[in-house]
């Protein structure tokens, strides 16, 4: 009996190599497909990228090696600057509002109510649609003569706006687009911070005498701050990236009112043909990017509940 212990001591140290070198081989089966995806998917086309962003490169014509002269060109490009201050504009434009009446769609729709669930419901709806279909019906109600905004400001005696066909008002009415889309998803996460929140708090203050604002201003909107923070990382990257719906209602106009640096790169590799160009542009963008998502994930890391 000793024996058959010993000896199965002995062999323990093999079999337990054995199948750790069985478990290697099984995990190396799945693992090697999703790196050969991540290679030839995101890893690939951004090494391409910076390859062709270094050139000078037109569609049909040859390819020459340009160092560095396509970004150096982008610090001269007065049409490239205006379409980072027309990001940023949107961007901030994009983010306050819908961050603000979200927040106060939240607040709302946590009371009961008589079909409270109904109410939710058709709130979220315009979130479920496609941003291109959403911005051709929009186009639509932007319209001049035959829109149904005009109409409506006219109806109540008010003078018609010129909308997305003027350039000082193009960006707040893509803002309003975006906005009435995406301000459901704020409402949708902070509602999620809302449900967890404890009562306790609201109990000893209404025994102190607190109205509904200094309620929601010393207890519902510190115990909320993270949620608030999620939805305004998710709001800005989104809106630093949008294209769909400026490009289907505006296409950057009038002139360059409403081009912001998608639609500028967009341009320049489809309509002038220009891949290294915009392969420069795209490079710095996505820095530009990175450091904005870096500065909003340390907001959020300092984001805690108190």
């Known amino acids: 009996m000793a024996d058959t212990i010993t000896a199965q001591s002995a062999a ?51 390819r020459s090696f340009a160092g560095l002269a396509n ?28 961050l603000v009446l979200g927040v106060a769609a939240a607040e709302c729709f946590h009371r009961n109510f008589r079909f409270r669930a109904v109410a939710r419901t058709i709130f979220i709806l315009p979130m479920m649609a496609t941003p291109v279909a959403i911005a051709l019906v929009w186009t639509m109600m932007f319209h001049p003569q035959l829109g149904v905004l005009n109409y409506l400001l006219t109806s109540v005696g008010l ?3 010129t909308w997305v066909y003027d350039s000082t008002t193009v960006i707040p009415t893509l803002v309003l687009v975006e906005t009435w889309q995406w301000t459901p998803l704020v409402m949708l996460i902070v509602l999620g911070g809302l449900a967890s929140l404890p009562t306790d708090p609201y109990e000893a203050a209404r025994i102190d005498g607190a109205g ?44 360059t009112s409403s081009e912001t640096i998608n639609i500028f790169l967009y341009l320049q590799a489809f309509a002038f043909y220009d891949i290294g160009y915009a392969s420069a542009v795209v490079a710095v963008f996505f820095v530009l990017i990175v450091a904005i998502s870096l500065v909003l994930l340390g907001v959020r890391q300092r984001a805690r509940w108190q």
């Open 159 to 161: 003078p018609p706006s």
């Open 212 to 255: 509904p604002w200094t309620m929601f201003r010393l207890i519902t909107l510190p115990l909320v701050w993270p949620f608030i923070v999620v939805a305004l990382v998710i709001r800005t990257i989104d809106a630093l990236k949008a294209f769909d719906t400026i490009f289907v209602i505006s296409q950057g106009g009038p002139g």
């Open 71 to 98: 970004y150096a060109r982008l610090f001269t490009d007065d049409r490239f600057h205006w379409a980072v201050l027309h990001t940023l504009y949107f961007t901030v434009l994009a983010v306050v509002a819908p």
């Open 12 to 62: 323990s140290p093999a079999l337990a190599l054995r199948h750790g070198r069985n478990y290697a081989r099984r995990y190396w089966v799945f693992i090697v497909p999703a790196a050969l995806v991540v290679l030839t998917v995101i890893v690939f086309p951004w090494l391409f990228t910076l390859y062709m962003s270094v050139h000078e490169w037109h569609i049909g014509g040859t």
